[in-house]
Protein backbone atom coordinates (compact mmCIF):
# COMPACT_ATOMS: atom_id res chain seq x y z
CA UNK A 1 0.00 0.00 0.00
CA UNK A 2 2.94 2.49 0.86
CA UNK A 3 4.71 1.82 -2.25
CA UNK A 4 1.17 2.56 -4.45
CA UNK A 5 0.11 6.14 -2.38
CA UNK A 6 3.84 6.70 -3.32
CA UNK A 7 3.17 6.37 -6.93
CA UNK A 8 0.05 8.12 -6.32
CA UNK A 9 1.53 11.25 -5.12
CA UNK A 10 4.97 11.40 -7.41
CA UNK A 11 2.13 11.15 -10.42
CA UNK A 12 -0.15 14.05 -8.83
CA UNK A 13 3.23 16.22 -8.39
CA UNK A 14 4.41 15.60 -12.43
CA UNK A 15 3.17 18.96 -13.50
CA UNK A 16 5.17 21.12 -11.13
CA UNK A 17 8.56 19.08 -10.98
CA UNK A 18 9.18 18.23 -14.76
CA UNK A 19 12.14 19.58 -15.68
CA UNK A 20 10.38 22.20 -18.20
CA UNK A 21 11.73 25.20 -18.32
CA UNK A 22 9.37 27.89 -16.11
CA UNK A 23 10.40 30.46 -18.88
CA UNK A 24 8.80 28.46 -21.69
CA UNK A 25 5.70 28.11 -20.26
CA UNK A 26 3.87 31.33 -21.83
CA UNK A 27 0.15 31.95 -21.17
CA UNK A 28 -0.68 31.21 -24.84
CA UNK A 29 0.36 27.35 -24.12
CA UNK A 30 -2.97 26.61 -22.88
CA UNK A 31 -3.97 24.08 -25.45
CA UNK A 32 0.12 22.16 -25.36
CA UNK A 33 -1.25 21.22 -21.20
CA UNK A 34 -1.95 17.56 -21.21
CA UNK A 35 -4.30 16.51 -18.20
CA UNK A 36 -4.11 15.65 -14.93
CA UNK A 37 -2.36 11.87 -14.37
CA UNK A 38 -3.96 12.02 -10.78
CA UNK A 39 -6.23 14.79 -10.31
CA UNK A 40 -5.52 16.41 -7.03
CA UNK A 41 -9.42 14.84 -5.79
CA UNK A 42 -7.76 11.40 -6.20
CA UNK A 43 -5.48 12.35 -3.28
CA UNK A 44 -7.96 13.65 -1.33
CA UNK A 45 -10.27 10.64 -2.05
CA UNK A 46 -6.44 8.28 -1.49
CA UNK A 47 -6.33 10.06 2.44
CA UNK A 48 -9.95 9.13 3.03
CA UNK A 49 -9.32 5.61 2.19
CA UNK A 50 -6.15 5.17 3.82
CA UNK A 51 -5.55 7.59 7.08
CA UNK A 52 -6.41 5.24 9.24
CA UNK A 53 -4.14 2.67 7.95
CA UNK A 54 -1.23 5.07 8.37
CA UNK A 55 -2.08 6.59 11.36
CA UNK A 56 -2.39 2.62 13.01
CA UNK A 57 1.20 2.10 11.96
CA UNK A 58 2.65 5.98 12.50
CA UNK A 59 0.85 4.53 16.32
CA UNK A 60 2.53 1.50 16.24
CA UNK A 61 -0.67 -0.17 16.35
CA UNK A 62 -0.08 -2.35 13.08
CA UNK A 63 3.45 -3.77 12.82
CA UNK A 64 4.64 -6.48 11.38
CA UNK A 65 7.43 -7.39 13.94
CA UNK A 66 10.48 -7.43 11.49
CA UNK A 67 12.98 -5.22 10.75
CA UNK A 68 11.20 -2.87 7.99
CA UNK A 69 8.29 -1.54 11.19
CA UNK A 70 10.30 1.60 11.97
CA UNK A 71 10.65 2.07 8.18
CA UNK A 72 7.05 2.11 7.58
CA UNK A 73 6.15 4.28 10.11
CA UNK A 74 8.30 6.92 8.97
CA UNK A 75 6.92 6.73 5.44
CA UNK A 76 3.92 6.33 6.75
CA UNK A 77 4.01 9.90 8.53
CA UNK A 78 5.47 11.25 5.43
CA UNK A 79 2.97 9.94 3.05
CA UNK A 80 0.06 11.41 5.31
CA UNK A 81 1.95 14.88 5.52
CA UNK A 82 1.97 14.91 2.11
CA UNK A 83 -1.63 14.18 1.65
CA UNK A 84 -2.51 16.34 4.08
CA UNK A 85 -1.62 19.27 2.05
CA UNK A 86 -3.10 18.54 -0.98
CA UNK A 87 -6.43 19.17 -2.20
CA UNK A 88 -9.03 20.75 0.24
CA UNK A 89 -9.47 24.45 0.27
CA UNK A 90 -8.01 25.24 3.69
CA UNK A 91 -5.49 28.10 3.79
CA UNK A 92 -2.07 27.24 5.07
CA UNK A 93 -3.10 22.83 4.70
CA UNK A 94 -2.78 23.30 0.53
CA UNK A 95 0.48 23.76 -1.19
CA UNK A 96 -1.59 26.59 -4.06
CA UNK A 97 -0.15 26.51 -6.86
CA UNK A 98 2.11 29.72 -7.06
CA UNK A 99 4.31 27.83 -4.34
CA UNK A 100 5.43 25.23 -7.01
CA UNK A 101 6.10 27.72 -9.42
CA UNK A 102 7.92 30.03 -7.55
CA UNK A 103 9.74 26.51 -6.25
CA UNK A 104 10.06 25.41 -9.44
CA UNK A 105 12.01 29.12 -10.54
CA UNK A 106 14.03 29.32 -7.72
CA UNK A 107 15.70 25.83 -8.60
CA UNK A 108 15.84 25.70 -12.65
CA UNK A 109 16.97 29.26 -12.64
CA UNK A 110 18.71 29.83 -9.07
CA UNK A 111 17.48 33.49 -8.95
CA UNK A 112 18.56 33.45 -5.49
CA UNK A 113 22.62 33.32 -6.47
CA UNK A 114 24.83 32.97 -3.80
CA UNK A 115 23.19 32.58 -0.55
CA UNK A 116 25.13 30.66 1.86
CA UNK A 117 25.58 34.16 3.69
CA UNK A 118 21.82 35.38 3.41
CA UNK A 119 19.18 35.66 5.68
CA UNK A 120 15.83 34.68 4.23
CA UNK A 121 12.29 35.13 5.38
CA UNK A 122 9.46 33.63 3.96
CA UNK A 123 6.04 34.89 4.19
CA UNK A 124 3.10 33.22 4.75
CA UNK A 125 4.64 29.50 3.96
CA UNK A 126 1.85 27.56 3.95
CA UNK A 127 2.92 23.65 4.23
CA UNK A 128 6.52 25.33 3.85
CA UNK A 129 7.54 24.50 0.47
CA UNK A 130 9.12 27.65 -0.77
CA UNK A 131 11.58 27.76 2.39
CA UNK A 132 12.30 23.82 2.28
CA UNK A 133 14.00 24.76 -1.41
CA UNK A 134 15.50 27.97 -0.31
CA UNK A 135 17.53 25.70 2.68
CA UNK A 136 18.43 22.99 -0.09
CA UNK A 137 19.92 26.10 -1.80
CA UNK A 138 21.88 26.72 1.07
CA UNK A 139 20.36 29.65 2.60
CA UNK A 140 22.47 30.58 5.52
CA UNK A 141 19.31 31.47 7.48
CA UNK A 142 15.82 30.47 6.66
CA UNK A 143 12.66 31.59 8.71
CA UNK A 144 9.28 30.15 7.13
CA UNK A 145 6.14 32.45 8.49
CA UNK A 146 2.52 32.28 8.86
CA UNK A 147 0.18 33.85 10.94
CA UNK A 148 -1.94 30.40 12.28
CA UNK A 149 -0.74 28.16 14.97
CA UNK A 150 -2.41 25.38 13.16
CA UNK A 151 -0.37 25.96 9.81
CA UNK A 152 2.64 26.64 11.95
CA UNK A 153 2.36 22.98 13.83
CA UNK A 154 1.83 22.10 10.53
CA UNK A 155 4.97 23.21 8.51
CA UNK A 156 6.78 22.06 11.71
CA UNK A 157 6.22 18.82 11.00
CA UNK A 158 7.10 18.84 7.56
CA UNK A 159 10.41 20.71 8.74
CA UNK A 160 11.24 17.82 10.55
CA UNK A 161 10.62 15.54 7.81
CA UNK A 162 12.43 16.94 5.59
CA UNK A 163 15.29 17.21 8.10
CA UNK A 164 15.51 20.76 7.15
CA UNK A 165 17.44 24.03 9.26
CA UNK A 166 14.74 26.08 8.82
CA UNK A 167 13.07 28.20 11.91
CA UNK A 168 9.29 28.63 12.14
CA UNK A 169 7.68 31.39 13.74
CA UNK A 170 4.52 33.32 14.01
CA UNK A 171 4.50 36.41 11.85
CA UNK A 172 1.45 38.00 10.77
CA UNK A 173 2.48 40.64 8.36
CA UNK A 174 -0.90 42.73 8.81
CA UNK A 175 0.44 43.34 12.72
CA UNK A 176 3.71 43.77 11.02
CA UNK A 177 2.53 46.90 8.90
CA UNK A 178 0.54 48.18 11.81
CA UNK A 179 3.93 47.94 14.35
CA UNK A 180 1.57 45.75 16.30
CA UNK A 181 4.31 42.74 16.32
CA UNK A 182 6.91 44.12 18.68
CA UNK A 183 9.62 41.04 17.95
CA UNK A 184 9.52 41.58 14.60
CA UNK A 185 10.29 45.59 14.93
CA UNK A 186 13.50 46.81 13.54
CA UNK A 187 14.40 43.36 11.95
CA UNK A 188 15.97 42.99 8.52
CA UNK A 189 16.71 40.67 5.84
CA UNK A 190 18.86 40.02 3.39
CA UNK A 191 15.88 38.42 0.95
CA UNK A 192 11.78 38.16 1.66
CA UNK A 193 10.00 35.95 -0.73
CA UNK A 194 6.54 34.97 -0.86
CA UNK A 195 3.60 33.49 -2.17
CA UNK A 196 0.06 33.58 -3.03
CA UNK A 197 -0.83 36.50 -0.90
CA UNK A 198 -3.33 38.81 -2.08
CA UNK A 199 -6.78 37.54 -1.24
CA UNK A 200 -8.25 40.47 0.31
CA UNK A 201 -7.56 44.09 -0.35
CA UNK A 202 -6.42 44.39 3.11
CA UNK A 203 -4.07 42.67 2.01
CA UNK A 204 -2.63 44.41 -0.93
CA UNK A 205 -2.93 47.66 1.16
CA UNK A 206 -0.60 46.05 4.49
CA UNK A 207 1.97 43.11 2.69
CA UNK A 208 3.51 46.59 0.81
CA UNK A 209 4.05 48.05 3.93
CA UNK A 210 5.23 45.10 5.86
CA UNK A 211 7.50 43.95 3.08
CA UNK A 212 9.20 47.41 3.24
CA UNK A 213 9.60 46.92 7.24
CA UNK A 214 11.53 43.52 6.89
CA UNK A 215 13.21 43.73 3.48
CA UNK A 216 16.91 44.87 3.25
CA UNK A 217 17.81 44.09 -0.27
CA UNK A 218 14.93 42.32 -2.54
CA UNK A 219 11.50 41.20 -2.50
CA UNK A 220 10.57 37.71 -4.70
CA UNK A 221 6.75 37.16 -5.53
CA UNK A 222 4.80 34.71 -7.50
CA UNK A 223 1.19 35.07 -7.35
CA UNK A 224 -2.11 33.82 -9.18
CA UNK A 225 -3.98 35.99 -11.65
CA UNK A 226 -7.40 35.48 -10.82
CA UNK A 227 -10.01 37.08 -12.64
CA UNK A 228 -11.82 38.30 -9.67
CA UNK A 229 -8.90 39.98 -7.48
CA UNK A 230 -7.78 42.25 -10.33
CA UNK A 231 -8.09 45.09 -8.10
CA UNK A 232 -5.59 43.82 -5.72
CA UNK A 233 -3.27 42.85 -8.06
CA UNK A 234 -3.33 47.14 -8.91
CA UNK A 235 -3.52 48.22 -4.89
CA UNK A 236 -0.59 45.95 -4.54
CA UNK A 237 1.56 47.26 -7.44
CA UNK A 238 0.45 50.94 -6.65
CA UNK A 239 1.49 50.26 -2.81
CA UNK A 240 4.87 48.52 -4.12
CA UNK A 241 5.84 52.00 -5.73
CA UNK A 242 4.62 54.53 -2.73
CA UNK A 243 7.10 52.01 -0.41
CA UNK A 244 10.19 52.90 -2.69
CA UNK A 245 10.36 49.52 -3.95
CA UNK A 246 10.73 49.35 -7.88
CA UNK A 247 9.77 46.54 -9.49
CA UNK A 248 13.06 45.22 -11.54
CA UNK A 249 11.90 42.14 -13.04
CA UNK A 250 7.87 40.76 -13.49
CA UNK A 251 6.93 37.61 -15.87
CA UNK A 252 3.37 36.12 -16.45
CA UNK A 253 3.31 32.52 -16.96
CA UNK A 254 0.65 29.77 -17.07
CA UNK A 255 -0.09 26.62 -15.83
CA UNK A 256 -3.14 23.81 -15.33
CA UNK A 257 -4.82 23.87 -11.83
CA UNK A 258 -7.75 22.15 -9.94
CA UNK A 259 -9.90 25.20 -11.46
CA UNK A 260 -8.72 24.82 -14.87
CA UNK A 261 -5.37 27.04 -16.52
CA UNK A 262 -4.23 29.80 -14.35
CA UNK A 263 -1.99 32.15 -15.07
CA UNK A 264 0.55 34.09 -12.26
CA UNK A 265 2.41 36.50 -11.97
CA UNK A 266 6.33 36.85 -10.94
CA UNK A 267 7.84 39.79 -9.05
CA UNK A 268 11.40 40.67 -8.35
CA UNK A 269 11.37 43.96 -6.46
CA UNK A 270 14.67 46.04 -4.94
CA UNK A 271 14.69 48.85 -2.53
CA UNK A 272 14.90 52.59 -4.55
CA UNK A 273 18.43 53.86 -3.77
Not at 72 to 100: V, Y
Request: charged share 30%; with cysteine; hydrophobic share 40%.
Amino acid sequence: MLDILDYLIQLSADRYMDLDDINEICIEDKQDYKPYLVHPDDIVRAKELASSLLLRMISGEMILDDDKDEDRMERSSRLLAHMAGRGGNDLGFKTWGAAPMMAKKLLQQRILGDISESTVLELGTGTGMVGLVCDYLGAGEIHVTDYHPRVLDNVAYNIKLNESHAKVSKLDFIEVAKDESPEWKNLKFDIVIASDLLYEMEHADYLPVAVNKLMKDVFYFMIPLRDTHWREVAHFESRMQEMGLIVMETMDIGREEEEGFVKFRYYRYNRLE
